[in-house]
C-alpha cells in the first residue's frame, strides 16, 4: 500500500526545491510563457492565411494548443522524471529510490519539480480562459481532458522510458518524449493514412490534444469513453512495464538522489 504522507512529503520537498530561489523560479515560468505566445502566434498567422484546414481554425488550434500546454505542464512540471526513467534505468541511478519504504515509481515521479515546464501550465489555462469561451460546461469538458490528456502523456513517458531496462540504453525514452511531443503539437487531422493511425495507437498524439479539444467544441460520449479508456490503458502499461523492467535492473553503484 502507498505511503500517502511519505509520497506528499517528498512533494513538498521537491516545490521546496523548485522555489528556493523566487526570482529563478518566475523568470522560468515567464521564460517558458513567452516562448509559448510564440507558438500561439504561429496558428493565429497561419489560419489568418489559409482559413480553415480539415475543420480546424484558428480558435479551435488556440484550444488545442490550451490542452497540450496544460497537460504537457502539469507533466512534465511536477513529474519531471517521467521523462528520465529511462536514462537512470540503464545508467544504474535507480539504488537511492530502491532503498526507500515507497514504491519506487511513484518517489520517482514526484521527486523532482521542473519549474519551466510549470509556465506551460499557467499559460494553457489563461489561454483557454481568454480563447475558449469557457462556460461551466467546457471548462468541466477541460479539467476532465486535460486530467485524461496528462494521464496518457505520462503513462506512455514512462512505458518508453522503461523500455530501457529490457535494450539496456536509455534513448528509448527519449525517442518517444521527442515524437509524442512533436506530433501533439498538431492537429491529427492534419496526417492521413498510416500516420494517422500512429497518432491514435502506437504514438498516441491525437489522445493527448487532438480528441480533448475536439471534446470540448463538440462533445460526444463515445471518444469521451475512448479518451479515458486509452489514458487508464497507458497508466497501467507504465506500471506494468516499469515493475517488470524493475526484474532486470542492475546496479551502477551510483548513489544519486533520483
Known sequence: MVDVRAIAATSRGAFAESVANPKAFWAQVAAMMINDLGWMAFWVLFFDEVGEVRGWDG?????????????????????????????????????????????????????RISPVNLGDVLFGIVLFAVSGRPDAGRVGIFVVGVAASAGLLLGFLVVTGSLGFFVGHGETGDLGF?????????????????????????????????????????????????????????????????????????????????
Do not use: C
Open 178 to 258: 521527442n515524437a509524442i511531443l512533436l506530433l501533439a503539437n498538431y492537429p491529427a487531422d492534419f496526417f492521413g493514412g498510416p500516420t494517422k493511425l500512429v497518432l491514435y495507437t502506437v504514438i498516441p498524439a491525437a489522445f493527448v490534444t487532438a480528441v480533448p479539444a475536439t471534446l470540448i467544441d463538440e462533445f460526444d460520449w463515445a471518444q469521451a469513453a475512448l479518451l479515458l479508456a486509452a489514458s487508464a490503458t497507458f497508466l497501467v502499461a507504465a506500471w506494468a512495464t516499469f515493475t517488470l523492467g524493475l526484474r532486470r535492473y542492475s546496479s551502477g553503484s551510483v548513489w544519486t538522489q533520483a
Open 59 to 111: 480558435e479551435r488550434a488556440l484550444l488545442l494548443l490550451a490542452v497540450f500546454a496544460t497537460s504537457a505542464g502539469l507533466v512534465l512540471g511536477l513529474f519531471t522524471n517521467a521523462r528520465h526513467i529511462g536514462r537512470m534505468a540503464a545508467d544504474g541511478e535507480l539504488d537511492a529510490a530502491l532503498a526507500l519504504p515507497v514504491p519506487p515509481l511513484t518517489y520517482l515521479l514526484v521527486r
